[in-house]
């Protein structure tokens, strides 16, 4: 079985995949060890499948790198488990860079 | 603090005619706009509209912070200035610079802040001393076609240090000379900074949870609003055992300068 | 038409230097913006900030039709115009006034049409003349707290008749005189209109399905996005088999004036 | 059966409501004939119920007055059935006064 997740980088970080700010990602809705899928599988999906270089503008150490923000369905990851969250089919996952220009 | 007054001028009451009918203004509202002190810093391309709208608004005293010089590539997006004022210093029209040794005094003197910088070790900065005054701070930022505005500090939100404990790293960090702004976005989220700043004022916006709001000008829907993390309890400056209780060396804690020009005319 | 450029100027490179290095403007779009013209329909709370904004993106013509006065009432909300300039006929920097028997001589000359105006009946004359002239319809609109804006006749979407074929009861008719506005309301959506008239005009807007920006400056969540319907294929006016093929009456149909004001210095 | 509604005074449609925007309207999932609830229906019920004066300026004939828009779940009610649409438990109806301001 598997779930489709929608994931959108905002705020320059489609810039590392393309210029392409929709994706749909399908993900097993179990990982290997039988766990449920969480967002920090996504996470390493996709920097193992969709990117070729600047990997560390993405990832650093086990979660993404300072300076992105993760939203899951409208809400900020950290109301909701964070990388540990589980994913659930047709949820939505905002990447987003955080802008310091004026 | 600015002398208060209690009652409107009658030509301030001509002249805020508009505004006084609203339900949600009213002589009230006008009033606590007329005693209210707001900060901006940062006279760039989302100072110039939060500048211009909160003075129309009826804010009863604007403080103005910036050290960049007007120079023709940013024209656009400083619509505040008009083209023959090409290489004078913006600093002109305002009081001065804002860096660690100063920012105490300046600071503690307003009501609320908005932040119309442009760069990590600035933010940082009025964030930590936002905190440690206890004012609310209006944060606007703006690249390409993209902006992003939070409220931090207030009403039981998060600080900007919160959401962000670790600086990004320097690379990741684009500025609006490398990475371009159409200049109508920063105009966007200016105007967007000035209503929330006006909605503090007069206390629209108490009930509201934490939120970012992210503006995406290329896309079809531009706009959504991001429900946000309350203050954090092990925040280093807003938590509850706070290490940070004075002002730091900023640059040195975003290992980059406090401008996105070369040549920075003051560090912090 | 005005003279079309095959090339910028150097000035132009420099001075559009940050929106030329946009991935989604770049040198064919800075061009476009530069062979392109619009009218501003409008001077005040939405029309200045469009101004401001179209000028400093370096549009290459922009026409302002208003025939309103620079009132102290209104002043908060035109920022455009500074205190001095009070009593001072805001058709000074405008080319005319516009009515059914000019507006046809006027709007085809133009490429992009923004509405900012403050009255039904300009809103029909405007939305009739567009779709009879060809042109896109970048209509805003403020009051009290709230805002919306929707381009008309643009892209297979609708027209303003589409979505309303009969006006509204003048009595439900509320204008900023008497409902009161926020300046910084229409200074938002003003903002929101000059991107969308960029955005059309470089191309970027042409994959967007038809849809309405519905503000409310008051709510927590601030900005919505719906849906609307296409044209309608039984629109009197872009309908298969429009009855309306040269401009009316507008005050009669709307059963009011023209203007939010008593005495309207012009009538349609 | 019931199902609840969640309706959206906005436009200045509000001051019609005590200046409030948000209501959830509980409303039977079958009308009296044994049809489907539809957004007729509702309209007729928030007119009958919760106003008071002013009808007028919200209802004409059998329908909204001109110069209202109607949403349903974000969509303009003409790309769903409009005044026949049949109501489903958790939809979003927006009525909006159109503004001419500026
Ligand atoms: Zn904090
Ligand atoms: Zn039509």
Redesign the interface.
Same mark, same amino acid.
């Given at each position: 079985m598997s779930i489709n997740v929608k994931v959108e980088f +905002?705020?320059?970080m489609e810039l590392l995949f393309d210029?392409v700010?929709h994706h749909t990602i399908e993900q097993p809705a179990k990982s290997s060890d039988n766990q449920p899928t969480t967002l920090k599988d996504l996470i390493f999906y996709i920097r193992d499948n969709m990117m070729t270089e600047k990997k560390? !503008?993405f990832v650093?150490k086990d979660t993404v790198?300072?300076?992105i923000?993760v !939203?899951i369905n409208?809400?900020?990851w950290?109301?909701c488990d964070e990388i540990d969250y589980q994913l659930e089919d047709n949820d939505e996952i =905002?990447f987003? +860079?955080?802008?310091?220009?004026? | 603090p600015f002398p208060s007054e209690d009652r409107l001028s009658n030509a301030e009451i001509r002249r805020f005619g508009r505004q006084l009918i609203l339900p949600d203004v009213g002589m009230g509202g006008q009033l606590k706009l007329r005693n209210t002190s707001m900060l901006v810093v940062?006279a760039?391309?989302?100072?110039s509209p939060i500048c211009l709208y909160l003075g129309g608004a009826g804010v009863g005293r604007i403080g103005i912070i910036d050290h960049d010089e007007v120079d023709v590539s940013n024209l656009h997006r400083q619509v505040i200035h008009d083209e023959s004022r090409v290489g004078i210093n913006k600093a002109h029209s305002a009081a001065e610079s804002i860096r660690s040794s100063n920012a105490m005094d300046i600071i503690p003197k307003y009501d609320i802040v908005l932040?119309?910088?442009?760069?990590?070790a600035t #933010?940082y900065l009025l964030n930590d001393a936002c905190v440690i005054a206890g004012k609310p701070l209006v944060s606007? +930022?703006?690249? #390409?076609m993209?902006?992003?505005l939070t409220t931090y500090n207030y009403n039981g939100g998060p600080c900007y240090r919160c959401?962000?404990? /670790?600086?990004?790293?320097a690379? /990741? =960090? /684009?500025?609006?000379s490398d990475?371009g702004?159409l200049g109508v976005i920063?105009g966007i989220i200016g105007c967007i900074q000035a209503l929330q700043a006006i909605k503090i004022s007069i206390g629209l916006a108490a009930q509201e949870p934490p939120s !970012?709001l992210?503006f +995406?000008g290329a896309?079809p829907t531009m706009f959504?609003?991001?429900?946000?993390?309350p203050r954090k309890k092990d925040c280093v400056v807003c938590g509850e055992n706070p290490s940070i209780t004075q002002l730091i060396d900023y640059v040195q804690f975003c290992g980059r300068g406090a401008t996105?020009k070369e040549a920075p005319l003051h560090v912090l």
């Amino acid at each position: 079985m598997s779930i489709n997740v929608k994931v959108e980088f +905002s705020g320059g970080m489609e810039l590392l995949f393309d210029n392409v700010r929709h994706h749909t990602i399908e993900q097993p809705a179990k990982s290997s060890d039988n766990q449920p899928t969480t967002l920090k599988d996504l996470i390493f999906y996709i920097r193992d499948n969709m990117m070729t270089e600047k990997k560390e !503008l993405f990832v650093d150490k086990d979660t993404v790198r300072p300076g992105i923000l993760v !939203l899951i369905n409208n809400v900020d990851w950290e109301l909701c488990d964070e990388i540990d969250y589980q994913l659930e089919d047709n949820d939505e996952i =905002v990447f987003i +860079s955080t802008l310091h220009g004026g | 603090p600015f002398p208060s007054e209690d009652r409107l001028s009658n030509a301030e009451i001509r002249r805020f005619g508009r505004q006084l009918i609203l339900p949600d203004v009213g002589m009230g509202g006008q009033l606590k706009l007329r005693n209210t002190s707001m900060l901006v810093v940062g006279a760039g391309g989302l100072g110039s509209p939060i500048c211009l709208y909160l003075g129309g608004a009826g804010v009863g005293r604007i403080g103005i912070i910036d050290h960049d010089e007007v120079d023709v590539s940013n024209l656009h997006r400083q619509v505040i200035h008009d083209e023959s004022r090409v290489g004078i210093n913006k600093a002109h029209s305002a009081a001065e610079s804002i860096r660690s040794s100063n920012a105490m005094d300046i600071i503690p003197k307003y009501d609320i802040v908005l932040d119309a910088t442009d760069n990590v070790a600035t #933010r940082y900065l009025l964030n930590d001393a936002c905190v440690i005054a206890g004012k609310p701070l209006v944060s606007g +930022s703006a690249l #390409r076609m993209d902006g992003q505005l939070t409220t931090y500090n207030y009403n039981g939100g998060p600080c900007y240090r919160c959401l962000h404990p /670790t600086p990004p790293p320097a690379e /990741t =960090v /684009t500025n609006c000379s490398d990475g371009g702004v159409l200049g109508v976005i920063p105009g966007i989220i200016g105007c967007i900074q000035a209503l929330q700043a006006i909605k503090i004022s007069i206390g629209l916006a108490a009930q509201e949870p934490p939120s !970012l709001l992210i503006f +995406s000008g290329a896309q079809p829907t531009m706009f959504r609003t991001m429900k946000l993390r309350p203050r954090k309890k092990d925040c280093v400056v807003c938590g509850e055992n706070p290490s940070i209780t004075q002002l730091i060396d900023y640059v040195q804690f975003c290992g980059r300068g406090a401008t996105d020009k070369e040549a920075p005319l003051h560090v912090l």
